[in-house]
């Protein structure tokens, strides 16, 4: 088994005891069960806007296990055991993200089939949701690693990390959102493009953030 293979397996076990994967999923599945109770039980009115709501109830959930994606393997020494046996930190960085998207996405992309189900969204948009969050999620994924790594060792980083991460993952919600509409005009296209952009640049940039953070 490569060594990329058993940091994905490390994170994705972590995760799993921590409540990593649990809980994103449970908030989004709150999100959707109150919205019908603050804007009323209009079925019309929850399939035009629904869909809209998921995406930010995703981005939301994102947010949750990003404070236990780098700071407990940084102050536990893990990343420095890594980094004295030659294991590259844009490699580390690279495992999380898939570890992240793994236990957050997949789950996530289940429980907007119920969540979809509790807003009167047809199938037609729950299928767009779907691939949206398909293509979107990396980008989040990603983020969220990016955002971990910059804040690694800074005290209260709960709201720190909501300030930074948020602001960068408008043009993702954007065109998720942008999606759902009849007329695509492309907004999946802008999704996959965006997403991938945070995916190709995450590695460097938090691996970066790390080998700082230790000097």
């Not at 990329?4 to 490390?10: D, G, P, T, Y």
């Not at 449970?26 to 039980?41: E, W």
């Not at 992240?100 to 969204?121: D, E, I, K, R, T």
């Not at 493009?193 to 000097?215: K, W």
Request: glycine share 12%.
């Amino acid at each position: 088994m490569s060594v990329f293979v058993r940091l994905v397996a490390r994170d994705l076990s972590r995760a799993l005891a921590s409540g990593g994967i649990a809980m994103p999923v449970v908030f989004f599945l709150l999100v959707a069960t109150l919205y019908p109770f603050a804007v009323g039980p209009d079925a019309v009115l929850l399939g035009k806007s629904g869909g809209g709501m998921l995406w930010v109830a995703a981005l939301l959930a994102a947010l949750l296990p990003v404070d236990r994606l780098v700071a407990p393997d940084a102050a536990a020494g893990v990343l420095d055991q890594l980094a004295v046996r030659g294991i590259s930190d844009e490699l580390v960085v690279a495992a999380k993200m898939v570890a992240h998207w793994v236990g957050f996405a997949l789950p996530l992309m289940l429980a907007a089939v119920p969540a979809s189900a509790l807003l009167n969204l047809d199938g037609a948009v729950l299928m767009k949701l779907e691939i949206g969050l398909l293509l979107g999620t990396p980008g989040l994924a990603a983020l969220g690693v990016l955002v971990a790594s910059l804040t690694t060792g800074l005290k209260g980083t709960s709201a720190l990390t909501g300030l930074l991460m948020l602001p960068l993952a408008i043009p993702i919600l954007i065109f998720g959102a942008g999606s759902l509409a009849p007329i695509d005009g492309g907004a999946l296209k802008l999704l996959a493009a965006a997403s991938l952009l945070l995916v190709a640049l995450t590695p460097f940039a938090a691996g970066a953030a790390l080998r700082a953070g230790r000097e």
